[in-house]
T-cell receptor
Framework: NAGVTQTPKFQVLKTGQSMTLQCAQD?????MSWYRQDPGMGLRLIHY???????DQGEVPNGYNVSRSTTEDFPLRLLSAAPSQTSVYFC?????????????FGPGTRLTVT | AQTVTQSQPEMSVQEAETVTLSCTYD???????LFWYKQPPSRQMILVIR??????QNATENRFSVNFQKAAKSFSLKISDSQLGDAAMYFC????????????????FGDGTTLTVKP
């Protein structure tokens, strides 16, 4: 049981490049989320999904796209990277059956945009 | 929208002593969840303790306990018998009910409190 995995761990992009951050979970969790964490700040919600085929925007969705074709995977796409997107990105998953619904976090991806 | 405020950017405590980290939140929802997470230098987010808003009893997990004041919208974390391994950033988090009409399970985090433990 690997929990929540994220790849890559580190990434450097040039302004304007696009890329996809991968997130996968093997706990059969319906709910998945993407967050970004800027220095000295808490996590801010980018996008979330309550199940396969269903996604919605969080607090800071601009510049990011998501899709959820399977229960296991929830990739985050940066369409045209900007220096303001330099951050650490966390993926999280949780069951919708447990209460209270603890989120399980991946190890994070440190992204630098130059 | 919900907001979470941690008014103490940094706190320090002597090993074996007790420290309390503050958290206040704002919401119009009546049912929700509250969490404290620990983030050590490894960046991994680790759940410390959780509280359901409908429960009046304060949650306790070994040396960690909370003081949940629903009317005051306050959710503080008390760490007893502090250990060197408790040194980390601590985040308070609010989560809407999964099946809420809006905000379905969305989480809001505070900006964190860095806890230093002195030997």
């Amino acid at each position: 049981n690997a929990g929540v995995t994220q790849t890559p761990k580190f990434q450097v992009l040039k302004t304007g490049q696009s890329m996809t951050l991968q997130c996968a979970q093997d706990m059969n969790h319906e709910y998945m989320s993407w967050y970004r964490q800027d220095p000295g700040m808490g996590l801010r919600l980018i996008h979330y999904s309550v199940g396969a085929g269903i996604t919605d925007q969080g607090e800071v969705p601009n510049g990011y796209n998501v899709s959820r074709s399977t229960t296991e995977d929830f990739p985050l796409r940066l369409l045209s990277a900007a220096p303001s997107q330099t951050s650490v990105y966390f993926c999280a998953s949780s069951s919708t059956r447990d209460s209270p619904t603890e989120q399980y976090f991946g190890p994070g991806t440190r992204l630098t945009v130059t | 929208a919900q907001t979470v405020t941690q008014s103490q950017p940094e706190m320090s405590v002597q090993e074996a002593e007790t420290v309390t980290l503050s958290c206040t939140y704002d919401t119009s929802e009546s049912d929700y969840y509250l969490f404290w997470y620990k983030q050590p230098p490894s960046r991994q987010m680790i759940l410390v303790i959780r509280q359901e808003a409908y429960k009046q009893q304060n949650a306790t997990e070994n040396r960690f306990s909370v003081n949940f004041q629903k009317a005051a919208k306050s959710f503080s974390l008390k760490i007893s018998d502090s250990q060197l391994g408790d040194a980390a950033m601590y985040f308070c988090a609010y989560r809407s009910m999964i099946f809420a009409n809006t905000n379905a399970g969305k989480s809001t985090f505070g900006d964190g409190t860095t806890l230093t433990v002195k030997p």
